[in-house]
């Protein structure tokens, strides 16, 4: 693998060129940041297991004909994907009100959405990843309407699936964020990854508030235990999904 040409790294990810131009191979880190990168720190383990939480999550969606640039997890913490142009968008779903929308909003934490909220931000770190209205989207040409459309869609949809699917796992599916690109011939396909590092997840056999945290909200609010809570959420898909990746 040293051998290959590193495209991009991330903060969680690494991409490699393959042979195939069309294919690149993603190396999932321990490296953990939050807030914009001000918290930096490690979650041990995270890689191999974020890698394949992820690919069971893309498998899943693809059986339910949602595309993504998913192919394959050669090797523990490495994805095989299509090679995509991301679109510099961060795609939020929320079932349950959590993080910026309580802050922002004043909503309280934990209250029930009348209907999942779907919301754009602008993928740029230096300016705070600023939520996007509908006029400013239209006006910065990040994506067609069209694009924006089928992203809204393809959001909903994915909520849909992954929703009965966390339920499965006695999970409450909060809140995720997904990002989306488009393949050389000019295709949609849900990227980037889904893993307790881009979802909120509560244990729904957990009542108290910081106990039932299964996801990134551990290291970004210093709860503890953030590596057996990435276990619990890797356990549980495995036991859903059957041990083979
Ligand atoms: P927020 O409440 O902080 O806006 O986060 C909403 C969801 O998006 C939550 O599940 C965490 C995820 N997320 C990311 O994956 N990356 C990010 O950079 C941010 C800010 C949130």
Request: proline share 4%.
């Amino acid at each position: 693998m040293s051998q290959l040409e590193k495209r991009y790294e991330g903060k969680a990810k690494i991409l490699y060129a393959t042979d195939d131009p069309a294919v690149l191979l993603t190396v999932y880190k321990d490296d953990a940041t939050a807030f914009n990168a001000q918290k930096r720190g490690s979650i041990q383990g995270k890689g191999v297991i974020n890698c394949t939480i992820a690919t069971h999550l893309f498998q899943l969606l693809e059986q339910q004909g949602i595309p993504t640039h998913f192919i394959d997890m050669p090797e523990a913490g490495q994805m095989r994907v299509r090679a995509v142009q991301i679109i510099p968008l961060e795609v939020v779903v929320r079932n349950i009100a959590a993080g910026s929308l309580c802050r922002e909003t004043g909503l309280p934490v934990g209250m029930v959405l009348p209907q999942p909220l779907v919301e754009f931000y602008y993928k740029r770190d230096d300016l705070g990843d600023p939520l996007l209205t509908p006029d400013r989207l239209a006006i910065m040409q990040l994506a067609t309407a069209e694009q924006v459309e089928q992203m809204r869609t393809l959001a909903l949809r994915i909520n849909s699936i992954l929703q009965d699917f966390f339920g499965q796992c006695d999970i409450t599916l909060v809140d995720f964020k997904l990002e989306f690109g488009l393949d050389a011939t000019g295709q949609l396909l849900l990227a980037d990854e889904i893993s307790p590092d881009t979802c909120r997840l509560w244990n729904r056999a957990e009542s108290d508030p910081n106990r039932r945290v299964l996801d990134k909200d551990r290291f970004r609010h210093d709860l503890g235990d953030v590596e057996a809570a990435y276990q619990q959420v890797l356990a549980r898909v495995l036991a859903q999904r059957g041990a083979g990746a």
